[in-house]
């Protein structure tokens, strides 16, 4: 069983677990699922000030942030106790792309040339971390919510804004694989 559950779960499998959220969270309670309003609870909870935004009943969705914390909690678990030894396997046309751009260490999951402390302190990787992350960010408050509650709750319960938000997720998620990243993978 424990070797089951190391392995990559495919689509067919994976999918309608996540899936199936949406109709439990709905059932006990009809609570909706959603990461990045997250942060709007802790910082309502942790700084109470006069800000309006931050103004409301957050102890209404605290069952929220203990399920962030159990997503943390579940991936760091995870990742010590059911990581697979097997090396990281890069399709080769991808491996000799990337290459071209000086990235070729696929020892983790992620490259060490992109997402390392040594990266951080370049050009490259401030734009990418420091930058992308604020872009995440504020699309994710922009359009009112992160690709968990617009992809998976918003579309699961046919709401016109979720759909709306989730081709823009793709549309720029396309757009920054295919013409963005490799300017800024050139630099």
Not at 17 to 43: D, E, M, Q, W
Request: proline fraction near 6%.
């Amino acid at each position: 069983m424990l070797e089951m559950i190391k392995q990559p779960w495919p689509w067919y499998v994976a999918g309608p677990l996540i899936g199936l959220t949406v109709p439990a969270l709905l059932i006990l309670g009809n609570k909706h699922f959603g990461i990045s309003a997250n942060l709007r609870h802790i910082c309502a909870s942790c700084f109470p000030a006069n800000v309006p935004f931050f103004q409301y009943d957050y102890k209404k969705e605290i069952w929220n942030l203990f399920f962030v914390a159990g997503i943390v909690l579940g991936g760091a678990l995870a990742a010590y106790f059911l990581a697979n030894p097997a090396a990281i396997q890069v399709d080769p046309r991808l491996a000799q792309e990337l290459a071209a751009y000086g990235i070729t260490d696929f020892s983790g999951m992620v490259p060490a040339q992109l997402y390392s402390w040594g990266s951080l302190l370049t050009v490259r990787g401030l734009t990418m971390m420091v930058g992308g992350g604020f872009l995440v960010g504020f699309g994710a408050r922009y359009a009112g919510g992160c690709t968990s509650g617009h992809a998976i709750m918003g579309l699961s319960t046919l709401q016109w804004p979720s759909l709306v938000a989730t081709i823009c997720f793709m549309a720029g998620g396309f757009l920054m694989a295919n013409f963005i990243l490799p300017i800024i993978l050139n630099s």
